[in-house]
């Protein structure tokens, strides 16, 4: 394979993820003619269209999906071998994009990013919150940090923390009111400020720990969120009772602004883990990242 058509090929890749040849160039910072003209010399040296375009759209054909499917890892593999390389003669450098839900931000990476971007200036840090499960290869990501099991398969994963359970909590206000429940079943008798996934929409499951066995609980619902902040605030306010894992609320337990209930049923979850594609930490810029993610981590 020639240069001009590894080009090609990394071009096509790229407005396959960004969805049009404009957000593409962005991405690439070339020219939009220089991408469309690099698109159709490839379409021609395959002899095959690998897009259908209307005035609003491009999408991809069936050839074209066969085409990313079989390139894009490839090709990432090649570039992050020349850059692994390249990188012994200098400084860390360029973008990392890494994905996490916001919790993990709250928890994990808002007191620490700023340090890595003042320790490592020529990176340029790229930090997405969502808590969808992201396939980071095709969504061009480098890492992802998601709780162990929900990490997809074939992936490269480091812990970042210890296993941690999913807290019960209300204000004192709240309990003195309502009172305090001693068993599952008194749930039913009490309100849930509810969790609802932004990425697809759904309610979170509410799961208890019943001596070893998962035990799923219905129980009225007071309102629902889409933001553990809100959670919290919604909570000290005497709302309902709330849910999150439990090193987001240590510190309003601390200052007694809210209470723990029912801690010998809080639902275990594996511990935090940062991963990514084998190959991926060969790249000196993302390397950096994962050892500077695993150090401070250890300080938890």
Known sequence: MNGTIFNQLIIF???????????AAKKLEMAPPSVSNALKALEQELGLPLFTRTTRRIEVTEAGRLLHERTLHSISELSLAFESVSDLSREPTGTVRVTMPRFVYQYLIEPIYAEFCQQYPHIQLEISVSDATIDILNENFDLGIRFGDKVEEGMVARPLTTS??????????????????????????????????????????????????????????????????????????GLGIGRLVEPMIQSHI????????????????????????????????????IDFLIEKTKQL
């Not at 890749?13 to 957000?23: A, F, P, Y």
């Not at 599952?184 to 309610?203: A, E, G, T, V």
């Not at 602004?257 to 991963?275: A, C, F, K, N, R």
């Open 13 to 23: 890749n790229t407005i396959v993820q960004e969805g049009s040849i404009t957000r």
């Open 164 to 237: 941690m359970k999913e807290a019960f909590f209300a204000s004192p206000a709240y309990i003195e009111h309502y009172g305090q429940p001693s068993c599952p079943d008194d749930l039913k008798h009490h309100k849930l400020i509810q969790y609802r996934f932004i990425s697809s929409n759904k309610i979170a499951p509410l799961l208890l720990n019943k001596q070893g066995e998962m035990l799923s609980v219905e129980m009225p619902t007071s309102m629902v969120v889409n933001d553990t902040n809100l959670m919290v605030d919604a909570a000290i306010k």
């Open 254 to 289: 601390a200052q007694k602004q809210l209470v723990p209930i029912l801690e010998d049923y809080w639902y275990p979850y594996s511990g935090l883990y940062v991963y990514f594609h084998k190959n991926t930490q060969k790249a000196k810029r993302v390397r950096v990242l």
